[in-house]
């Protein structure tokens, strides 16, 4: 059975909605700790929800895309070019799954529950444990900085094979 042209039609609905999620919440939490304002409360609020939404997503995600057949990269592509992509993409499935997970055991270990949409709550610890709050706060800062640097190799990436190489890796996502 021939790969085929184009990414299924989930894959692409998960990937771009996924974008959007991941995009906001990285600008949210530059805003959470750049400000004092009124509004960041409301902010950090919903940016631990939606990293709750994110957690259930990037898992739905995994499962949609070893259910799908990839399209193939092109042919000219080196073996090492190849190991390269599928590494990253490997890597960023690790960052978009453990940024939600360091969040909400920062917010575990600060004994923060997590109300999600006042659908239901994530349990935190009956009291604070200020080491390990430390350790997977510094974590959920680090893993930012390594997702959005993942991000922009990404982008990157495609923008080459869209404008440089001119092929249809980018066409397959769209």
């Known amino acids: 059975m021939s790969k085929p042209a184009q990414f299924s039609l989930s894959m692409r609905i998960l990937h771009w909605g996924m974008a959007a999620l991941v995009l906001s919440m990285l600008a949210a939490g530059l805003l959470m700790i750049r400000s004092l304002e009124p509004w960041q409360l409301t902010i950090i609020t919903l940016h631990k929800a ?17 259910r799908h057949q990839l399209p193939a990269l092109p042919d000219d592509l080196s073996a090492l070019q190849k190991k390269a992509a599928t590494a990253s993409h490997w890597l960023l499935y690790s960052l978009l799954f453990a940024m939600p997970v360091s969040g909400y055991l920062m917010q575990y270990f600060a004994a923060r529950p997590i109300e999600v949409f006042g659908w239901f709550r994530l349990p935190a610890a009956l009291q604070v444990d ?3 709050y430390a350790l997977f706060r510094e974590l959920h800062g680090w893993l930012a900085i390594a997702l959005a640097g993942m991000i922009a190799l ?6 080459h094979h869209h404008f440089i190489r001119k092929d249809n890796v ?3 996502m769209l």
Not at 50 to 66: D, E, W
Not at 154 to 159: E, I
């Open 154 to 159: 990404h982008v990157g990436a495609a923008l």
């Open 130 to 132: 200020i080491y390990y």
């Open 50 to 66: 939606f990293g709750v939404i994110a957690v259930v997503l990037v898992t739905v995600r995994l499962l949609n895309r070893l």
């Open 170 to 172: 980018l066409k397959s």
